[in-house]
């Protein structure tokens, strides 16, 4: 990350429970269950998901901070995993109406989500990781054409 002078990265956690399960329709059951294993039953299994969010931005010299971490936690909580917590990502939410429901697909919609937000707000999302258990997760910073 290539920060510019006054330029601080500030990190916040967010946290969501959902279901899920990884399965294609256009395969069948044992197909499924060879390639996704027990997440493929579709009567679903759930996760404590976590996020971790790295924004950043230029130290306002009137408040002292990037932005208003209380803020960040707001907009987390209502429009980022707010959608998506207790509810079947599968059934419920309509960007895996045709996705997997994987870690990789996840951390891109919380991304789409989180990153116009921001811009909006003058800051960069540099950084978005989603953890399904302490040894699982995913870092995704913004597709291919930022990487070095
Ligand atoms: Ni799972």
Known sequence: MNATPNTVTVIRKAKFAAAHFLRLPEISDEENFQRFGPSSNPLAHGHNYEIEVSV?????????????????????????????????????????QNRLTTLENISQLLWDR??????????????????ESDDLFVEYYGGTDQLP
């Not at 931005?57 to 960040?72: A, H, S, Y």
């Not at 989180?114 to 953890?131: E, N, Q, W, Y």
């Open 114 to 131: 989180l990153h116009p937000r921001m811009a909006g707000l003058g800051l960069t999302l540099t950084g978005l990781k989603v953890l």
């Open 56 to 96: 950043q931005g230029p130290v306002r010299p009137e408040t002292g901070m990037v932005m208003n971490l209380k803020d960040l936690k707001v907009i987390l909580n209502e429009e980022v995993v707010g959608p998506l917590d207790f509810k079947n990502l599968n059934l419920q939410v309509e960007y895996f």
